[in-house]
């Protein structure tokens, strides 16, 4: 039965890279013409292959909506949780996760610190969306028009003399974030604070939220925060893999044209 499974799971990526006809499966499979024909009248059955009118077999519309499905019950803080509570446990400092909904950027998952200055953030509240690390890997994200679009009709508030002071600043401090795939906030929403994320990505590689480690300078110094970004990058990294279930290394930075 399992060689069963595994033969009539070979077909769909064969099938993903095109429609094939019943002796292509075959070969492919390695197995009898016969073999290959119970097999697809399965998948057939199951609207997971459509055979076409000139005999071919394509992937079928239900596999597409099982994916569909899939990807829209996915929770991504469930899947996040586990990891940031273990990045927590090796560095003592706060870790938040962010998504970008409805023009904010929203917390939805927050470790404390372990130490016993603690920051006012909480689950559900917006963050500083020009100067918080969080938006800037969420925002970069997008695609240049509608980054600019952002950039147009945000306001820039000076929080503190680090924060970013226009548009033009902001857009450019997103390219970076975009190129180098990390961010930080150092001092820019209060002086006191600095911040270091990294981005979650899915399946097609685009943002799908952001994972941060925050610490107050009198607990580390902004230096000290920043040697933690190779940990924080593999910790979304960890997540990423979970969430989409490949490699971040299989992902790239859509191009500006195809964005």
């Known amino acids: 039965m399992s060689q069963t499974v595994d033969r009539a799971l070979s077909i769909l990526p064969l099938l993903a890279q095109g429609p094939a006809d019943l002796g292509q499966v075959a070969e492919r499979l ?8 119970r097999l697809l009248r399965t998948l057939h059955e199951h609207g997971l292959v459509y055979r076409q009118q000139d005999q071919r077999y394509r ?16 929770d ?18 706060t870790v938040h996760l962010a998504v970008y909904e409805e023009n904010e950027v929203l917390y939805i998952d927050k470790v404390e610190s372990r130490y016993p200055v603690r920051m006012y953030s ?3 509240k917006p963050v500083a969306i020009t100067v918080a690390a969080v938006a800037k890997l969420l925002l970069a994200d997008l695609p240049e028009a509608d980054r600019r679009a952002l950039a147009e009709r945000l306001d820039f508030p000076m929080y503190t003399p680090r924060s970013t002071p226009n548009a033009a600043a902001f857009l450019k ?7 180098q795939g990390w961010a930080t ?24 939220a952001a994972m941060s480690v925050s610490a107050p300078n009198v607990v580390v110094t902004a230096e000290e925060l920043l040697s933690l970004l190779p940990l924080v990058r593999r910790t979304a990294d960890a997540i ?15 191009s500006e044209d195809s964005a």
């Open 30 to 37: 390695g197995v009898h013409k016969s073999t290959a024909l």
């Open 59 to 74: 992937l079928g519309a239900r596999l597409f909506a099982l994916a569909q499905e899939a990807v829209e019950n996915l």
């Open 76 to 93: 991504v803080r469930e899947i996040a949780h586990p990891h940031l509570v273990a990045l927590n446990e090796r560095c003592g400092h």
């Open 122 to 124: 909480r689950i559900g």
């Open 173 to 179: 401090e997103l390219a970076t974030v975009r190129e």
């Open 185 to 208: 906030d150092l001092g820019g929403h209060e002086e006191s604070i600095n911040c270091v994320g990294a981005p979650i990505r899915g399946a097609d590689g685009r943002v799908v």
């Open 240 to 254: 990423t893999r979970e969430y989409s279930g490949s490699s971040p290394g299989r992902h790239h930075t859509p």
